[in-house]
């Protein structure tokens, strides 16, 4: 085995990206979720407003998508998938933290996060 390949697939590299940065009230923003899977198959990937989970794709799952309602927050789910979620009609309670959770389907499985500020105004 040679030492420059790891045995265990690894995630790597879970960036989150918010375009644009400052969004305008009634706007849409687009979350995009990179990351790197290294070989592995990909489990899901959960997006977070703050600590609850609003948007998850699960690759096992049909359809593959699911919104969780929450206050504020509409996703266009027609261009929402495994590595970005669109919002859209903007209000100003969803200031702050964004999430994006990406865990592999392999054992032992690999999760990384990424955060990312958002601001409305």
């Not at 859209?88 to 990312?116: H, K, R, Y």
Request: proline fraction near 6%; include cysteine.
């Amino acid at each position: 085995n040679s030492p420059n390949v790891p045995d265990v697939l690894a995630l790597k590299d879970v960036v989150l990206t918010i375009r644009p940065k400052i969004v305008e009230r009634s706007h849409q923003a687009t979350l995009r979720c990179s990351y790197d899977l290294e070989g592995a198959s990909l489990y899901y990937v959960k997006w977070y407003r703050g600590i609850k989970e609003f948007y998850r794709y699960t690759l096992t799952e049909h359809p593959p998508t699911k919104v969780f309602p929450t206050a504020g927050i509409n996703v266009d789910v027609n261009l929402s998938n495994s590595t970005q979620v669109v919002l859209t009609d903007i209000d100003f309670q969803l200031s702050g933290n964004f999430s994006c959770e990406v865990t592999t389907a392999e054992e032992p499985a690999s999760t990384g996060t990424d955060v990312e500020s958002m601001l409305v105004v």
